[in-house]
């Protein structure tokens, strides 16, 4: 399995590795019900940017992943994530692999019908913008 592809979510997954969909933050992944994962590595590191302890960051802003293992990020009653600032990210930059892989190293169905990502053609050799 290519690098450019799995998730968190979908590691079946296959995408068209000459597509790349350039975010136009339009917030739309922020909003959808479930879980944000957090990878134990990425907790310090989003602790420290908020200037809070781990353990002051895990009590303000996770919760349990719906399958027990693992922690997510909290999600408000309308669904959209704790750290969704009106239409900014609070932890923008050094938001979990969940959010920064979307929609490219991972989607899920239906994907393309809230997200107004660009899909933009791969040039060999050049890297793409990301989110
Ligand atoms: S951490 Fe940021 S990018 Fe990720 S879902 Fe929450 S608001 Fe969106």
Redesign the pocket.
Known sequence: MSSLHGSPGNDHLQLDPGVFYVCQRC?A??RWPGD?RLEEEEIPRIATFLELTEAEFIARFTRLRTSRRGLS?IERENHE?I??EGDA????PV??E??AGFPNRWNFPGWRDICHAIPVKVVRGSAAGTP
Do not use: A
């Open positions: 917030t992944c922020c944000v990020l994530c750290m969704l990210c609070r932890i923008h938001k979990p969940q959010c």
